[in-house]
């Protein structure tokens, strides 16, 4: 049976903005919300004052009354917090599914959920379709392709641009690659590419994002077929408007993920 769990988060921008907040107006009979932390004391100082929560100054402060992390400030809190997150007894729910793109990573949480008897959960983003990519890898070795594509000022700023704006007049394929390439070229907007690749067990998932001017949404198709069955995922977001890089149905996913983990029925 589940008891209302004790929850924090991590990342105060405006998508864990949008997780607090839904955790307090939409889960709060299974779920309170214990604290928030952020490298920018002030947001998470803010963001606790909106959320009647407390506004932690460090990871312990934050897990001394925590059974459950909820990550929602990028792929480096993964990589810095997550082991110790697991280790202290609590639950990670990661967001930002890209930090696993690093094998060593991704198998250091694997072994510290286990001892530790915990779990990770991660989310489907602004994505969707994962529990199909992994069906289909269970029936066969899978091959996936996943297109994204976005307005460009939800792409500027990347470290594969290399500090160059892209063009506001005319369509652009900007990259074409591996996985692993695509996340380092673009750590903020291609979780779903690295989601694709983990659910399919395709390590060699290819990535295509184009640049679109004018675009009002994220779009993200994805092709992927085991000899077997073939399917399609095509999914069109608004940008989150604080957030151009991210889109609003991320969080969405985080609160869904939540809520079915408090439900009598699991829908997966």
């Not at 996985?179 to 290819?206: E, H, M, Q």
Request: proline residues 4%.
């Amino acid at each position: 049976m589940f008891t209302m769990k004790k929850a924090a988060l991590i990342g105060c921008g405006a998508l864990g903005s949008f997780v607090a907040h839904g955790l307090k107006k939409i889960l709060s009979g299974d779920y309170e919300l214990t604290g928030v932390l952020d490298l920018r004391a002030e947001a998470a100082q803010e963001l606790a004052k909106e959320c009647d929560t407390r506004a932690c100054a460090n990871l312990d402060e934050l897990l001394s009354d925590a059974e459950m992390i909820i990550e929602t400030a990028g792929g480096e809190v993964v990589r810095t917090y997550g082991e110790t997150v697991l280790n202290s007894g609590c639950d990670l729910v990661i967001l930002s599914v890209g930090a696993l793109s690093d094998k060593n990573l991704k198998s250091a949480l694997e072994n510290a959920a286990r001892s530790a008897g915990k779990k990770v959960y991660v989310v489907n983003g602004a994505l969707g379709g994962l529990d199909v990519l992994q069906t289909m890898s269970m029936m066969a070795p899978t091959t996936a392709l996943i297109s994204i594509t976005k307005a460009p000022e939800s792409l500027n700023g990347a470290p594969f641009l290399e500090g160059k704006g892209l063009p506001e007049n005319k369509t652009v394929k900007i990259f074409e690659g591996s996985v692993d390439d695509a996340i380092r070229g673009f750590p903020k907007n291609v979780n779903v590419a690295v989601a694709t690749a983990l659910a399919s067990n395709c390590p060699d998932t290819k990535v295509i994002i184009t640049s679109v001017p004018g675009m009002k949404d994220n779009k993200h198709c994805v092709h992927a077929e085991n000899g077997i069955i073939t399917t399609d995922i095509s999914i069109s977001s608004l940008p989150d408007p604080d957030n151009p890089k991210s889109s609003t149905s991320a969080a969405w996913s985080v609160l869904n993920l939540l809520k079915n983990l408090a439900a009598p029925v699991f829908y997966y």
